[in-house]
């Protein structure tokens, strides 16, 4: 199966930077969909940002202009930039492909990595 392994949380100050990275294993296909979730205290787990096989990216309102996600193919990772960090930032993040083709078609997890800001 397809397995996603995260790494790069921690804490950070408020106004900091973090760089979060996803690696998968596995074949994916090339009909797929990566993406970042965060979930918060007390709070539903929301999209991030999405990368397509294409390129094409989105973002979730409150992080436009703040966070970059980004892939590369040859080491089969995403990454997640994230700039101007705010305590709002603070949640579990969690990679996750979406197969939208071919026998692996499903949605797969990483483990979930702990973002901290604070002063």
């Known amino acids: 199966q397809v397995q996603l392994v995260e790494s790069g949380g921690g804490l950070v100050q408020p106004g900091g930077s973090m760089r979060l990275s996803c690696a998968a294993s596995?074949?994916?296909?090339?009909?797929?969909?990566m993406g970042w979730y965060r979930q918060a205290p007390g709070k539903q787990r929301e999209l991030v940002a999405t990368?397509?096989?294409?390129?094409?990216?989105n973002y979730l309102d409150s992080v436009k202009g703040r966070f970059t996600i980004s892939r590369d193919n040859a080491k089969n990772t995403v990454y997640l930039q994230m700039n101007s960090l705010n305590p709002d930032d603070t949640a579990v993040y969690y990679c996750?492909?979406?197969?939208?083709?071919?026998?692996?078609?499903?949605?797969?997890w990483g483990q979930g990595t702990q973002v901290t800001v604070s002063s």
């Open positions: 996750n492909i979406r197969i939208l083709l071919g026998l692996r078609t499903g949605d797969y």
């Open positions: 596995g074949s994916a296909g090339s009909f797929h969909v």
């Open positions: 990368i397509f096989s294409g390129g094409g990216t």
